[in-house]
């Protein structure tokens, strides 16, 4: 059987012009790089790839994906004609996410702000996990009155997704169009594990501690994997347990611009069964979590 040619050879995109690599279809799994498309060389882009920035709200500047000193600039992927966010940190465009939750949680007219990696403690004073993001609303004097959890939910993926973006960022003009389909551990998402692994426990553990105190939470995730998920009863927002936060990424209008981070949709539940033999985490009282929010927002004030 004959060799493939060299991965430089295998090529095109650096030629071709924007409305070709945007037509052409794509052989890598690489749907956004630091913020952009791979096929983007703005001045915008390229400053991104370079200085290995996060423009999604990270908590700090760079990109700290895998590694703080060698990133792993990958957002999205590619799988079957859909963008399919893979780093938990790309659902916070212009932190819609929180918009969307607050409503949920308290209502359009609250005033609210937020706390991110939120510690969460059992009974008896242990790590029960973080919470990705806490929503407190506050009253006209600043107490806060109320508060919901919000989880974050990025796809876990099979294969090596650093390979081709090694290879990419090594030359992105001339990489942009690269044919990866031949190489072996091609990346893909991991539904199945993301689910069983990360979603359903942190619903069951987590999610049992909050409902407990009466406290709502919203989930947030892309299409397509809400649509790998067994189906739920859907129930009105006024009796809803659960919010699950579903959006979708459209290409980007002009170059030197993210994709639209857009919402697909909100599904209400209420908290799923939980499955025999499993027993729940029981939490620390409310009133002291309570107080850990109003020292953790003390810390923020600058």
């Known amino acids: 059987?004959?060799?493939?040619?060299?991965?430089?050879?295998?090529?095109?995109?650096?030629?071709?012009s924007a409305h070709t690599?945007?037509?052409?279809?794509?052989?890598?799994?690489l749907a956004e790089i630091f913020g952009f498309p791979a096929t983007d060389m703005s001045a915008n882009a390229n400053r991104h790839r370079t200085k290995r920035l996060c423009p999604f709200n990270n908590k700090v500047p760079n990109c700290t994906k895998d590694k703080a000193q060698d990133p792993l600039g990958v957002c999205s992927v590619f799988h079957e004609n859909e963008v399919v966010i893979t780093c938990?940190?790309?659902?916070?465009?212009?932190?819609?996410?929180?918009?969307?939750?607050?409503?949920?949680?308290?209502?359009a007219d609250a005033k609210w702000t937020t706390l991110t990696e939120v510690r969460l403690k059992d009974a008896d004073?242990?790590?029960a996990g973080n919470i990705d993001v806490v929503l407190c609303a506050y009253d006209k004097a600043g107490k806060v009155y109320d508060f919901g959890a919000l989880e974050v939910q990025a796809v876990y993926i099979s294969g090596n997704v650093r390979n081709p973006f090694e290879h990419y960022i090594e030359s992105p003009a001339k990489r942009s169009g690269m044919d990866w389909t031949t190489e072996e551990n091609y990346p893909r998402p991991d539904y199945l594990s993301s689910s069983r692994k990360r979603l359903a426990p942190q619903l069951i553990f987590k999610g049992g501690i909050i409902n407990a105190w009466g406290k709502k939470t919203a989930v947030v995730l892309n299409k397509g994997f809400f649509n790998t998920l067994p189906k739920l009863p859907e129930v009105p927002k006024t009796k809803a347990d659960i919010a699950w936060m579903i959006y979708d990424l459209k290409p980007p209008k002009k170059e030197g611009t993210h994709r639209e981070f857009v919402?697909?949709?909100?599904?209400?539940?209420?908290?799923?069964?939980?499955?025999?033999?499993?027993?729940l985490t029981k939490g620390e009282p409310i009133g002291k979590f309570e107080r850990h929010l109003v020292c953790g927002l003390d810390e923020v004030v600058v």
């Open 1 to 16: 059987m004959p060799s493939l040619p060299p991965l430089d050879r295998r090529i095109d995109a650096g030629k071709s």
């Open 88 to 107: 938990p940190i790309r659902f916070r465009q212009q932190w819609l996410i929180a918009d969307d939750a607050a409503d949920f949680f308290f209502g």
């Open 125 to 127: 004073g242990g790590s």
């Open 263 to 279: 919402l697909d949709r909100i599904f209400y539940t209420e908290r799923p069964d939980v499955p025999a033999g499993v027993e």
């Open 21 to 29: 690599r945007r037509m052409a279809k794509i052989l890598h799994p």
